[in-house]
């Protein structure tokens, strides 16, 4: 059988190439993959050519964009960091992993990959456990980073803005942290998903202000916590407004190109907030000594398997892979009722 993967040819065209897999050696896996979640913001902004990586010169060693040639070109082959996969065969010398085992990690939307054991070894889904939760690695890993970044005490009340999948699992995350919880979003599926899933509380941002009801509900004090995980300009602004005095809030959506609405002269001055970015890139600086991103990976895993989060109920859509382009189309036009879409695989497709 042909091994496939999905590439990104030119601006929202998408293809199919074969794939060329290493042999396996003596200490490696092959794996064959199950299930690959979509996500819909980083995927998006290379789908529609929007990534800075795709408008500009990533300078590794300086950490800075530059203009010149772009750091991603035609054909985009990175498409896909939330893939799961049964292992088929192991290689002489591997112990630790046998056939039969579900693995987690990032190999793109690809029919099947090879991995080293003591890659696979830290990426082993629990015995018994529901194969789809992997898909949910790392953008849950993602999560539990802001919500780290946040830090959260016990008793404090946090506003969450944006319900899609990372917010949806940093209320979680958030409750589960001891917090009283205030999920924000304009879509009312999304915000009865939150209350279902565990969210104290949901508001519409478009009918009433955030700001107000919640320090009118605080007498003028606002929220200890606010965390923006939508990306959209308007509801940083928001989340900025909204956080109490001398307070914290956690920038973890993905901003595209230049970010208007922000009024950084009024109550983000005059309040004293501490504006503090969350990306995957990094984890939380004062918790770097004994967290990585392997061990949130980890984290987000076992933490379904053991009822601290419920992510599947997350999943709104299982698309066939030879359907990839059609599901890319949907999630282009903005589908509302697509949440967390997940790309199936089965022989021959």
């Not at 897999?21 to 003596?26: D, F, R």
């Not at 009312?188 to 209350?195: C, F, G, T, W």
């Not at 956690?250 to 609405?261: D, H, L, N, P, S």
């Not at 599901?327 to 879409?341: A, C, E, I, T, Y």
Request: aromatic residues 6%; neutral net charge; hydrophobic residues 40%.
């Amino acid at each position: 059988m042909e091994e496939r993967r999905l590439v990104l040819t030119a601006e929202r065209r998408l293809a199919f190439e074969p794939l060329d897999l290493p042999t396996l050696q003596a200490g490696d896996v092959f794996i064959r993959t199950l299930y690959s979640g979509v996500s819909a913001g980083t995927e998006l902004s290379q789908y529609r050519g929007t990534s800075p990586f795709m408008k500009r010169q990533w300078d590794v060693e300086n950490r800075v964009f530059r203009d010149g040639t772009p750091s991603w070109t035609y054909p985009v082959r990175n498409l896909g960091y939330e893939e799961v996969g049964i292992v088929e065969r192991v290689g002489a010398a591997v112990t630790r992993i046998k056939p039969g085992d579900h693995i987690f990690g990032t190999w793109n939307h690809c029919t099947a990959h090879v991995m080293s054991e003591t890659e696979a070894a830290i990426r082993r889904m629990p015995a018994g456990s529901d194969p789809r939760i992997g898909v949910f690695s790392h953008i849950g890993a993602v999560a539990l980073n802001g919500v780290h970044d946040a830090r959260i005490r016990l008793g404090d009340l946090v506003v969450v803005f944006g319900l899609g999948v990372p917010g949806q699992i940093v209320a979680q995350a958030a409750r589960a942290s001891g917090a009283t919880v205030i999920g924000v979003d304009p879509l009312e599926s999304r915000r009865a998903l939150a209350i279902t899933l565990g969210a104290h509380r949901v508001l519409d941002p478009n009918k009433i202000s955030i700001a107000d009801i919640v320090k009118g509900e605080t007498g003028g004090r606002g929220a200890d916590v606010c965390i923006e995980v939508s990306g959209a300009p308007p509801a940083l602004a928001e989340a900025i407004r909204t956080a109490a005095y001398s307070s914290r809030v956690v920038a973890m959506g993905f901003f595209q190109g230049e970010t208007r609405g922000l009024h950084l002269g009024d109550e983000f001055h005059h309040n004293r907030i501490e504006l503090v970015c969350s990306q995957i890139s990094g984890v939380a600086p004062e918790a770097s000594h004994r967290w990585s991103k392997p061990r949130l990976w980890q984290s987000a895993v076992r933490l379904q398997h053991e009822g601290v989060l419920d992510l599947i109920p997350l999943i709104t859509d299982e698309t066939p892979f030879a359907d990839a382009p059609r599901l890319f189309d949907r999630l282009d036009k903005g589908d509302p009722n697509v949440l967390q879409s997940v790309l199936t695989f089965k022989a021959g497709q």
